[in-house]
């Protein structure tokens, strides 16, 4: 991807919550992916509510990366970040963009991107990095967290099924924009309800009601770079994602 001059505009979103101590770490290795300006992508921030210096560190990277900065001084959780930066790409980019959503806490790595956007060349719609593919790498996820998942994983594939898909909750994905316009024009602002963890499911899954051509590339997560605690409660989000799913299958997932 170094200096990438063809190919789709990538959109690279990062939901934030206070990350301060992370953009000094996560955009050097941007830098390793877009080495320059020139290239056709841009990196967007969404500001959930940061107390902290989160968006002054980003912006300190506008002259050597395509940094954008959007959100809100209100924390409202992921679901509402990923509303945000869906409508942003959806208003502003093109339907042969791509978007990919990535964590801000250093836990996943830009170099990626690369395997990913390969995946959307072959014709896919939907790139999830997996932790279930062959491949993978996970560093410094406990053993109940890792079962969790799996449970999780397992149960979603029996009650929602979606072609080519084993990881439904990894946030790591890119999507192409042509098919987030579509299910925009379906769904309007419905398209994600879900104010937390359970947001990245529900997208998931109404975009394999309007034909996603999804797939997945092994994801190499590194929980032992992360600074500082997890934000996320993981055993909660867990039990109400599995609630949900129960929902969803009853009432149907309009």
């Keep these: 991807m170094n200096g990438r001059a063809s190919g789709p505009f990538i ?5 934030a919550y206070n990350e301060e101590v ?12 877009f080495p320059g300006k020139e290239a ?45 930066l869906i409508a942003h790409v959806v208003r502003h980019g093109k339907p042969e963009d791509v978007l990919f959503m990535m964590d801000c806490d250093d836990t996943h790595h830009p170099r990626q991107l690369a395997a990913m956007l390969a995946a959307f060349e072959a014709g896919h719609d939907v790139v999830i990095a997996s932790r279930y593919r062959s491949g993978a790498r996970i560093a410094g996820v406990a053993l109940h967290r890792r079962l969790l998942s799996l449970g999780a994983a397992v149960l979603l594939k029996l009650i929602h099924p979606c072609r080519g898909v084993l990881d439904y909750t990894c946030g790591y994905r890119g999507y ?3 098919l987030l316009q579509r299910a925009v024009a ?8 879900e104010r937390g963890f359970a947001c990245m499911v529900e997208l998931l899954l109404k975009l394999n009601r309007v034909g996603a051509r999804m797939c997945e ?10 600074r500082g605690a997890s934000k996320m409660d993981v055993g909660g989000n ?6 949900k799913l129960v929902s969803w299958r009853i009432r149907g997932l309009q």
């Design 11 to 15: 959109w690279v979103g990062l939901p």
């Design 22 to 33: 992370t953009i000094p770490a996560l955009f050097p290795r941007f830098r390793e992916v």
């Design 40 to 84: 056709r992508y841009c990196i967007l921030l969404y500001n959930d509510g940061c107390t902290d210096r989160t968006v002054e560190e980003t912006l300190a990277w506008r002259d050597r990366l395509n940094v954008e900065v959007i959100g809100r001084d209100e924390n409202m959780g992921l679901g509402q970040g990923l509303r945000s």
């Design 176 to 178: 192409r924009v042509e």
């Design 186 to 193: 379906r769904y309007g602002d419905a398209l994600v309800r």
């Design 217 to 226: 590339t092994p994801i190499d997560l590194r929980y032992d770079l992360k």
């Design 238 to 243: 867990t039990l109400r994602l599995l609630r």
